[in-house]
């Protein structure tokens, strides 16, 4: 069965330093998003993307972010500049067109210190 | 805005049945969505409630009243592996918005 997959399962970072998170959505979706869960709260949406642009975004979602997707596979979230309060868990996940479940990928934990 | 209320937490024994509840404030919204997570891992899709009314998959059923502004998970012949947080989602054009969670503990 597809799945959404993302590299890399940790990292670890300095303030103020940048990372790029990885994410290979399902093959035939065409809507992307990235959520982030900091520990022991609740999932939080952060984007959606959508034909090469940005569709929606949260109040989280400043201008130290950023999405991309480079290629016909890889959907990246760029952080320019990490802080301490960005340290969380971050899911990617996916949906095809005319579908209403969005299928996540197993996250990618960063830890700014 | 919006905002999803469910209990902390639950705890029920191994086969018996269970019902997380879900109670929302929006100004719309094209569905209920129902995610497990075991461990901070990935929020895996359970079910999904476009409409009022019930939707079984399997041990597990979801309902959905929009005049209530209510929504349940139903968890029947519970297992141990049950055990995890089970998150209520809204569906807002496409971005899902979440509450807090509920964790299940599943006793023997």
């Known amino acids: 069965e597809p799945e959404v997959t993302q590299t890399p399962s940790h990292q670890v970072t300095q303030m103020g330093q940048e990372v790029i998170l990885r994410c290979v959505p399902i093959?035939?979706?065409?809507?992307f998003y990235w959520y982030r869960q900091i520990l022991g709260q609740k999932v939080e949406f952060l984007v959606s993307?959508?034909?090469?642009?940005?569709?929606?975004k949260s109040e989280i979602f400043d201008d130290q972010f950023s999405v991309e997707r480079p290629d016909g596979s890889n959907f990246t979230l760029k952080i320019r500049s990490t802080k301490l309060e960005d340290s969380a868990m971050y899911f990617c996940?996916?949906?095809?067109?005319?579908?209403?479940?969005?299928?996540f990928g197993p996250g990618t934990r960063l830890l700014v210190l | 805005g919006q905002s999803l209320e469910q209990p902390s937490e639950v705890t029920a024994v191994e086969g018996a049945i269970v019902q997380i509840n879900c109670t929302y404030q929006?100004?719309?919204?094209?569905?209920l969505s129902w995610y497990q997570q075991h461990d901070g891992g990935a929020p895996t899709f359970l079910s999904y409630?476009?409409?009022?009314g019930l939707e079984e998959t399997g041990r597990f059923s979801s309902f959905l009243s929009r005049s209530d502004s209510y929504g349940y998970l139903l968890l029947q012949e519970l297992q141990m592996k049950d055990s995890a947080s089970y998150f209520c989602?809204?569906?807002?054009?496409?971005?899902?918005?979440f509450g807090q969670g509920t964790e299940l503990s599943v006793k023997p």
């Open positions: 996940a996916s949906r095809r067109p005319g579908g209403e479940t969005q299928y």
């Open positions: 093959s035939n979706h065409l809507y």
């Open positions: 993307f959508y034909n090469n642009e940005i569709s929606e």
């Open positions: 929006t100004s719309g919204f094209y569905g």
């Open positions: 409630n476009a409409l009022d």
């Open positions: 989602a809204l569906n807002r054009g496409g971005k899902l918005i």
